[in-house]
């Protein structure tokens, strides 16, 4: 029976930004994967705008920028196509039939989103406080958060505090006129949540994924592929063991402590640390067993909202893909989420667990292939998705923009399967919403916050903790430090 310092639970970005960390502290370290392969729902992104440069330099991450300048291509029935050039964070507009107060209004509402977010992303590479604990840390924590949001002068504080509680719909039909850019907008602030451009909080959405990706618009400027091979050659350099293609069928504990991890195989290794990367009611509810917890923590644990709605599409054409009045040259990510009606009227489908029949769809081309999100999918718990017909209606739309579409290959990818393959509860990016009581000291939930467990030596890493989804790695690297911090 082999023992190790430190278990892993699931090899996704950030067990393996734990695994690296934890292994370059001297400890041994050990990572199992129920896939062939690590990374995760990695599998399924298109994007990657950056890396924590605390993650690169702890790691000696270094992965190389795609050499292109990003577009933003925001596609109208009417072939009238918005398209956007982001050239390191600043945008202009190349073509777009917004007036030019539109678009002056457009870039100053992004600015002033910015600004806020940046507001945020100090708070998101540290380990949340807890409100109530006493320590002085946690209480200097809370006074340089304070401060922080105070800094941003009278009249901009008052600002995201009018807004951070608001729906995205309203703060943008109060400045500008055009649909295109408002449903360019507020599909940001949508995509990978269960909101709709009219759910309050939207905005504090689009805020904290523009804080974490250090973007409104998450673009593809790495290389995924990259990025997760990087950190699993950092895992061997540091002799981390990795076994793929095995589950684990339970935590096993003593005396409300972690002594192990059961695989379904039978086998056993042991471990006075576990460090869990699948989401919070996997952990708590499977691979723990409620039987340990009592009954208030498991009734947070069960309400905790993770539902999954994103499909991901993947296409492959006969011929090389072109899209209607866009220069084939243009690289980026495409939307077609027409206005914010177009938007609302496919998120009331989802709320009843059924898939729109006018789905959004973000993205992107390489020569013969097309790689979506399509939004809102639901993940459904006692029915089977229409496949076929979520790709029909995808087809359309898309048809609409691309002539002669002779598809050679099609495949869609359900919240359903994502969960089955990756042992998500509800299949969520982000293992579970990010809405304001789900977020920062918050996360997941009260008592399973700052990354710790009620049961001695099991800790959470997964995006299921803070600061939350995305491909930062910080869940895993904050967890880690939680880890050295309590290692005896």
């Given at each position: 029976?082999?023992?190790?310092?430190?278990?892993?639970?699931?090899?996704?970005?950030?067990?393996?930004?734990?695994?690296?960390?934890?292994?370059?502290?001297?400890?041994?370290?050990?990572?199992?994967?129920?896939?062939?392969?690590?990374?995760?729902?990695?599998?399924?992104?298109?994007?990657?705008?950056?890396?924590?440069?605390?993650?690169?330099?702890?790691?000696?991450?270094?992965?190389?920028?795609?050499?292109?300048?990003?577009?933003?291509?925001?596609?109208?029935?009417?072939?009238?196509?918005?398209v956007l050039e982001d050239n390191n964070g600043k945008l202009s507009f190349l073509h777009t039939m917004a007036d030019e107060d539109d678009q002056q209004k457009f870039i100053s509402i992004i600015n002033n989103y910015k600004l806020f977010s940046k507001t945020l992303g100090s708070f998101m590479f540290q380990k949340?406080?807890?409100?109530?604990?006493?320590?002085?840390?946690?209480?200097?924590?809370?006074?340089?958060?304070?401060?922080?949001?105070?800094?941003?002068?009278?009249?901009?504080?008052?600002?995201?505090?009018?807004?951070?509680?608001?729906?995205?719909?309203?703060?943008?039909?109060?400045?500008?006129?055009?649909?295109?850019?408002?449903?360019?907008?507020?599909?940001?602030?949508?995509?990978?949540?269960?909101?709709?451009?009219?759910?309050?909080?939207?905005?504090?959405?689009?805020?904290?994924?523009?804080?974490?990706?250090?973007?409104?618009?998450?673009?593809?400027?790495?290389?995924?592929?990259?990025?997760?091979?990087?950190?699993?050659?950092?895992?061997?350099?540091?002799?981390?063991?990795?076994?793929?293609?095995?589950?684990?069928?339970?935590?096993?504990?003593?005396?409300?402590?972690?002594?192990?991890?059961?695989?379904?195989?039978?086998?056993?290794?042991?471990?006075?640390?576990?460090?869990?990367?699948?989401?919070?009611?996997?952990?708590?509810?499977?691979?723990?067993?409620?039987?340990?917890?009592?009954?208030?923590?498991i009734r947070r644990a069960k309400n905790f909202r993770n539902k999954g709605n994103v499909a991901k599409l993947e296409l492959v054409l006969e011929n090389e893909i072109n899209i209607n009045n866009i220069d084939k040259n243009i690289y980026g990510k495409f939307i077609y989420a027409p206005s914010?009606?177009?938007?609302?009227?496919?998120?009331?489908?989802?709320?009843?667990?059924?898939?729109?029949?006018?789905?959004?769809?973000?993205?992107?081309?390489?020569?013969?292939?097309?790689?979506?999100?399509?939004?809102?999918?639901?993940?459904?718990?006692?029915?089977?998705?229409?496949?076929?017909?979520?790709?029909?209606?995808?087809?359309?739309?898309?048809?609409?923009?691309?002539?002669?579409?002779?598809?050679?290959?099609?495949?869609?990818?359900?919240?359903?399967?994502?969960?089955?393959?990756?042992?998500?509860?509800?299949?969520?990016?982000?293992?579970?919403?990010?809405?304001?009581?789900?977020?920062?000291?918050?996360?997941?939930?009260?008592?399973?916050?700052?990354?710790?467990?009620?049961?001695?030596?099991?800790?959470?890493?997964?995006?299921?903790?803070?600061?939350?989804?995305?491909?930062?790695?910080?869940?895993?690297?904050?967890?880690?430090?939680?880890?050295?911090?309590?290692?005896?």
């Amino acid at each position: 029976m082999k023992n190790f310092d430190i278990i892993i639970i699931g090899g996704g970005h950030n067990g393996l930004v734990a695994a690296s960390y934890l292994s370059k502290k001297g400890k041994k370290v050990l990572v199992v994967e129920k896939n062939e392969k690590v990374g995760g729902l990695a599998e399924y992104s298109n994007s990657l705008n950056c890396i924590s440069p605390i993650i690169k330099k702890e790691l000696n991450i270094n992965v190389a920028k795609v050499n292109k300048i990003n577009n933003i291509i925001s596609l109208e029935d009417n072939q009238n196509h918005t398209v956007l050039e982001d050239n390191n964070g600043k945008l202009s507009f190349l073509h777009t039939m917004a007036d030019e107060d539109d678009q002056q209004k457009f870039i100053s509402i992004i600015n002033n989103y910015k600004l806020f977010s940046k507001t945020l992303g100090s708070f998101m590479f540290q380990k949340p406080p807890r409100v109530k604990s006493g320590k002085k840390s946690d209480l200097l924590q809370l006074i340089s958060m304070g401060w922080k949001i105070r800094k941003l002068g009278k009249k901009n504080m008052r600002e995201l505090l009018r807004i951070i509680g608001l729906n995205i719909a309203d703060d943008l039909e109060d400045n500008l006129n055009d649909n295109n850019l408002m449903g360019l907008l507020s599909h940001e602030a949508v995509l990978g949540t269960n909101l709709g451009p009219r759910s309050p909080g939207s905005i504090l959405t689009l805020l904290y994924k523009q804080a974490i990706n250090d973007n409104i618009f998450n673009l593809k400027k790495i290389e995924v592929v990259e990025y997760i091979n990087q950190l699993e050659d950092c895992c061997n350099k540091h002799k981390v063991e990795i076994i793929k293609s095995s589950e684990v069928k339970k935590i096993l504990t003593q005396n409300y402590s972690v002594t192990g991890i059961q695989l379904t195989n039978g086998e056993v290794f042991e471990s006075k640390y576990v460090l869990s990367n699948a989401d919070p009611k996997t952990t708590y509810l499977n691979l723990l067993g409620a039987e340990i917890l009592d009954t208030d923590f498991i009734r947070r644990a069960k309400n905790f909202r993770n539902k999954g709605n994103v499909a991901k599409l993947e296409l492959v054409l006969e011929n090389e893909i072109n899209i209607n009045n866009i220069d084939k040259n243009i690289y980026g990510k495409f939307i077609y989420a027409p206005s914010i009606k177009y938007i609302e009227h496919a998120f009331n489908a989802n709320k009843y667990n059924k898939y729109s029949e006018n789905p959004c769809l973000e993205f992107y081309i390489n020569q013969n292939t097309l790689s979506a999100n399509v939004y809102y999918v639901p993940y459904l718990l006692n029915s089977n998705h229409e496949k076929n017909e979520i790709i029909k209606k995808c087809v359309s739309i898309l048809s609409k923009f691309i002539p002669e579409m002779k598809i050679a290959k099609e495949k869609l990818i359900t919240p359903n399967q994502m969960a089955e393959k990756y042992n998500i509860t509800g299949g969520h990016w982000h293992h579970g919403d990010l809405e304001i009581d789900q977020l920062l000291m918050m996360r997941p939930f009260y008592g399973s916050a700052q990354y710790s467990t009620p049961i001695d030596g099991l800790y959470l890493c997964s995006a299921g903790t803070h600061p939350g989804g995305g491909l930062t790695g910080i869940n895993g690297f904050n967890a880690a430090k939680k880890v050295i911090e309590d290692f005896k």
